[in-house]
């Protein structure tokens, strides 16, 4: 018995506060041990008994039990036990799961037991070749019920450990499952390095099931992700009937497989119908397009943020997109101007939905649609095509400024980033109104994208300018926790639009050559903002400098020292 000696504790009492010394002896608690008291050694390598030191443990106790209950719950605990630190516990492990999934009638219980084995097969010290065969062995059994979990566990040691045989899940493509198949088709796509199997997926694009024909779909996605060639001539057809698909996830697929195929081979010849001739990328933009009017919003949303994405597509067809108007009939001359990569594969597609009106004013109708995912997407594909192509750029503008008035605020801001964005962006007198109009937004962060899309704006003539100048300023009444933003735009609207100050600043200035000028206020703020776009404009333009009234001269030590960013 030892002691535990406490410290001091103080008692409150009425005369004051006592002090008491107590000395309690209680007894320390023995530690028990889950095998009474013997403790199996946890260094791999360790001598040590090893038949019978699992039932010792306690998680071991219900393997063998008649409740069915009793071994899930042996199971599952197990489970949360692995990995073990003594190697000589994991091979008496696999011993044992073996001997008793043998004998296990419960289908349930079998599925724990398989998964158990393929977390133990992919332990480094452990030799997986006999679960492997154990499990290859089962998957040739018709009678097997639970292959998929069997798959799994197969798909699962390929991740870390060297596997060669696959003929078994090959096989199991046409089992009678659905999710045997599916999980058949998932093994494939993490572990086959054979390109010649193409054939044999296209043809699991058209099972009767549409988790299969997602899988199958999404096989040729891995192969892409891990470096294989995807034979063009094989899927793409398969990927063109994939996206009249009645189930969701088929189409939204087969439109990311449509999508890579298009980049990996744009300049292919494809030949549609028998008559019209096109490049691959121009057809997949056509294609793309028609399939934006999709029902589901998430194909929708899809098909217009990869639309963004499409590498070199022909300028025509962009500008198509942005009026509802037939301008060009894309057809048998449209290949004839781009150079021809891999030896000129042809490609023949039977397609009667694509019309020559497919791609007329996609991206109207996405800024139009109902779903704020689809207009955002539209918006995003436009910010980045514009980056690809002027014309494109100058066209988009006015479809991207109708966006300010959505009602949402996330996508009023993206609009007006995107503007940003596109860089030298010019507004007639409609768009600049209606930019302007913006600022008057509650929300600080829209009034803030304004002001940064402003300082990216060419203002073409000085009624515009003059206009931008007093409705910022309309601006400051309003929110004057903005005037530091208002002036950094002020700085750079004078020091880009030099020359179209030096014919306004009489008008900044409020001066009258009728009449001498009166000197404002040095804390006038409408006189000071205005001083600060003169100010900045004269850096550029020396003209101005002559111009200045003496008082603005005065002023300027002193405004350099108040406001030393902006001037």
């Known amino acids: 018995m030892k002691t535990i000696v406490r410290g001091q504790d103080n008692l409150k009492t009425r005369g004051g506060i006592k002090k008491r010394n107590s000395t309690v002896t209680e007894p320390i608690p023995k530690l028990v041990l889950p095998n009474d008291g013997v403790t199996p050694p946890l260094i791999p390598g360790a001598s040590r008994p090893k038949s019978g030191v699992l039932f010792a443990h306690p998680q071991f106790h219900g393997l063998t039990s008649s409740n069915k209950i009793k071994r899930v719950k042996s199971l599952i605990n197990i489970s949360t036990l692995i990995p073990f630190k003594d190697v000589n516990i994991t091979e008496e492990l696999v011993e044992l799961l073996q001997k008793q999934i043998q004998t296990e009638s419960d289908e349930h219980v079998k599925g724990l037991i398989t998964r158990l084995l393929g977390r133990l097969a992919c332990e480094p010290f452990i030799d997986s070749s ?20 069997i798959i799994q566990a197969l798909q699962n040691i390929c991740k870390v450990k060297q596997v060669d045989k696959f003929e078994q899940v090959f ?37 009767p099931d549409p988790r299969v024909r997602v899988a199958a779909l999404k096989t040729m996605e891995v192969f892409h992700r891990r470096g294989i060639i995807i034979d063009c001539e094989v899927m793409y057809q398969q990927c063109i009937i994939s996206l009249k698909d009645d189930d969701v996830d088929v189409r939204l697929t087969a439109v990311k497989i449509l999508y890579i195929l298009s980049n990996l081979y744009p300049n292919y010849k494809v030949i549609i119908n028998n008559k019209n001739k096109m490049r691959l990328i121009d057809y997949a933009f056509k294609k793309i397009c028609h399939i934006a009017t999709d029902t589901s919003t998430k194909v929708r949303t899809m098909c217009c943020h990869l639309l963004g994405s499409l590498q ?27 150079a021809v990569d891999y030896q000129s594969i042809l490609l ?40 690809k192509s002027k014309k494109f750029s100058i066209k988009a503008t006015g479809p991207l400024v109708d966006m300010f008035n959505d009602e949402i605020d996330s996508v009023r801001l993206n609009s007006i980033h995107s503007l940003r964005k596109m860089g030298n962006v010019q507004f007639n007198e409609e768009q600049l109104h209606i930019a302007l109009a913006t600022m008057e937004d509650n929300d600080r962060k829209v009034r803030l994208a304004v002001y940064r899309l402003l300082k990216t704006t060419i203002i073409s003539n000085i009624e515009f300018l003059h206009f931008t100048i007093g409705a910022l300023h309309t601006n400051i009444n309003r929110y004057p926790q903005d005037l530091l933003e208002i002036f950094e735009c002020f700085r750079v609207l004078g020091n880009h639009h030099s020359f179209l100050v030096e014919f306004l600043m009489m008008d900044l200035l409020s001066h009258d050559e009728r009449f001498l000028p009166k000197v404002p206020h040095v804390e006038d703020i409408r006189y000071v903002g205005n001083l600060v776009v003169i100010l900045n404009a004269s850096t550029k333009n020396s003209a101005i400098l002559s111009l200045l009234p003496n008082y603005a001269c005065d002023h300027y030590g002193y405004l350099i020292e108040k406001y030393p960013d902006v001037i």
């Not at 006999?130 to 979990?149: H, V």
């Open 130 to 149: 006999d679960i492997l065969n154990y499990l290859n062995e089962q998957l040739l059994d018709n009678k097997q019920r639970g292959k998929w979990q």
């Open 348 to 387: 023949t597609i039977e397609d009667k939905d694509l019309l020559d009106s497919s791609a007329a004013g996609a991206f109207i109708h996405g800024l139009e649609d109902e779903f704020m995912e689809v207009r955002q997407s539209t918006i995003d594909s436009m910010c980045e095509l514009s980056q």
């Open 171 to 207: 096989e199991n493509l046409t089992n009678k499952s659905p999710l045997v198949r599916m999980k058949a088709l998932e093994f494939i796509a993490q572990t086959s390095k054979d390109s010649q199997i193409h054939n044999i997926i296209a043809h699991c694009t058209n099972d």
């Open 312 to 338: 070199d597509v022909d300028e025509e067809l962009l500008l198509q997109t942005l009026s509802k108007k037939i301008s060009r009939d894309y057809g048998h001359d449209d290949y004839d101007d781009y």
